[in-house]
Every structure is written in C-alpha cells, then in structure tokens.
C-alpha cells in the first residue's frame, strides 16, 4: 500500500483500532466481520472510509464485490450511463457481471484494469 498523505495513514491507524476493537484478528475473521451490515457501518464511521472503500477491503478478503470509484464511473459514462447514485452504479455493474456470467469483484477489477490503462495511455 502506497500512503503518501498523513490522512490515509490516519485512516489506516483509524480501521486497525476499530478492527482490533471488534476481535477481528485475522482475514477470515474480517470476511466474516463484513457479513454483517452493522460492521460495515461501524467501518464508515473512520475517517476517510466511503462506500467505495468498504467494498474493497471486502474484496481483499475475498468477497466479491464491486467498488464503485473514478475508473468505473468514467467507463460507464463512455457506455452513456450517468447520473446514477453510488448504488444504483454499483447495481448496474453487479447485474451487468450476473449476464456476463462473472463474478461482481472480477468484473469490476477487469473494467478497473482496462479503464485505469487508458487513463495511462491518454486515451480519455
């Protein structure tokens, strides 16, 4: 992990107090954890943590989901999707993955691959 600002570090310090806080000790114990709705609310009460950054910690455990940043936005707006709510986002890319036949976290980190590669290559 790539922290270069005092505030993610501050993040960083902020999810590992309340991680230990609640006896999450391990990877499966944080899979398990984020089952539960009231985890993931207690999680965005860090500062810094969003949506977005629940439904990645969830993906580095294990769990398939989609997290909705720049890269997918900016990808669904070239496809004429926008305006959508986080949500409502998340929800198109999640049954967008169910007809493809993928899996929501695969799925996005292909369109977060493909996406964040054409931002490199200036190709906006």
């Known amino acids: 992990m790539h922290f270069n600002s005092p505030r993610r570090i501050a993040t960083a310090h902020g999810i590992t107090a309340l991680l230990a806080a609640n006896g999450v000790d391990s990877r499966a114990d ?10 993931r609310t207690a999680l965005r009460t860090v500062k810094g943590v969003r949506p977005k950054t629940v439904d990645y910690i969830g993906n580095l455990v294990g769990r398939s989901q ?3 940043d720049v890269h997918l936005r900016a990808f669904a707006t070239d496809a004429g999707i926008s305006g959508l709510t986080f949500q ?3 929800a198109v890319y999640e049954e967008t993955a ?3 036949g993928h899996e929501p976290g695969g ?3 292909a369109v977060w691959r493909f996406k ?3 931002v ?3 190709q906006l």
């Open 88 to 90: 409502q986002l998340q």
């Open 30 to 39: 944080l899979h398990t954890w984020l089952n539960e709705q009231a985890s």
């Open 116 to 118: 964040s590669q054409t």
């Open 98 to 100: 169910a007809l493809l």
């Open 66 to 68: 989609v997290a909705i």
């Open 107 to 109: 799925f996005e980190h």
């Open 120 to 122: 490199q290559q200036g």
